[in-house]
């Protein structure tokens, strides 16, 4: 009886420490956000139907919850915060803001659905553009939809799809928070740029024809 266990013993070990390393090959692991988010942009930036002008003013505003519009998480607000940059980084102004706004609504002639709130918000600035997004988390990935919208037609003039595995850090930073929860982030673009945005009063140059009534 002694002799079996001893020859079992090592067969059951060998098949535990099997199962083990099974499980930790299907780990999911974190992908580098910056540089999905960096890639995200050129896509956006390769599938323009109109190519946005250098040193242009583009409104970014904080990526959404898909299955709730008026929330968002700490995974909405780095990766907006992240296109931001390589917008940035492209030659463009930016004014970071959060919008309660589905992108995804448009009227029956292709133009997008703009709320009366949300038209008062981008008339305060002189931008061309706005990008923004929704996502949805899953059990294994987070996807991500991104629209660039021509603010003078209010049509989609770009758009880009992505996933993100749910790592350890994207499975904490998905979390929601309501939109608003903290002040929204309407950051200027740097000195240099001489961008004509304020974060507490509006600008008080004359509104440009960017068609949003």
Known sequence: MLRKATILLPALLAATLSG?????????????LIQVSYDAVAELNSRLNRKIPK????????????????????????????????FHKDGHQIVGMELPIDLFIMKEDGTLQLT???????KRYQAGV????????????????????????KTVISSADFSVPMGPDAKFLTASKEVGSTASAEATAEPQEQAAVETEKPVEAKPAKTGIE
């Open 130 to 153: 706005l990008v923004g997004g929704v996502y949805a988390p899953g059990k294994k990935n987070t996807y991500v939809s991104l629209r660039i919208i021509d603010l003078a037609t």
């Open 116 to 122: 009366p709130e949300t038209k008062k918000e981008l």
């Open 20 to 32: 083990c390393a099974g499980y930790r090959q299907y780990e999911v692991k974190d992908a580098d």
């Open 55 to 86: 040193n242009s003013l583009i409104v970014v505003s904080t990526l959404l919850n898909v299955d709730n519009l008026n929330k968002t998480s700490a995974f909405g607000r780095i990766v907006s915060d992240q296109i931001a940059s390589a």
